[in-house]
């Protein structure tokens, strides 16, 4: 049994394979300073969420800041994923999602938290019902 508030491994979306399906597949929407694209499928047993983040080396070209945004991006959807979570359980489906950062600057954590929130709100709004 996982911790609520974790990020595990079989949680991260890192398969080059799952990605290009992903990109392939998906849908997208715009919320600032994240693009979102994402895939639900009907799941087979649990639901399952794959998370990934990506940071465009052509905003940051130093690799600091690019870590420092995506473990800040991390951690504040590591936190917020729970309501998400149940109701993915309650429509019986599974998503892949990659949040990719689009803004020039580096924004404080309350900022992105604010933000991940709405994103996360949008993405609850876009589960196909299957009951």
Do not use: W
């Amino acid at each position: 049994m996982s911790k609520p508030f974790s990020l595990s491994k079989h949680e991260r979306l890192k398969s080059k394979k799952q990605i290009d399906a992903l990109f392939l597949r998906g849908e997208a929407f715009f919320i600032f300073p994240y693009k979102i694209k994402y895939c639900f499928q009907a799941a087979e047993q649990s639901p399952q969420m794959h998370f990934g983040i990506s940071v465009p080396k052509r905003n940051f070209k130093r690799a600091v800041d690019r870590n420092k945004l995506k473990r800040l991006s991390r951690e504040v959807y590591r936190i917020h994923k729970v309501t998400l979570k149940d109701d993915l359980v309650k429509h019986q489906q599974s998503i892949q999602v990659m949040f990719i950062y689009t803004h020039s600057s580096i924004l404080t954590f309350a900022e992105l938290e604010s933000v991940m929130i709405k994103c996360l709100e949008k993405i609850r709004g876009l589960i196909p019902n299957t009951i």
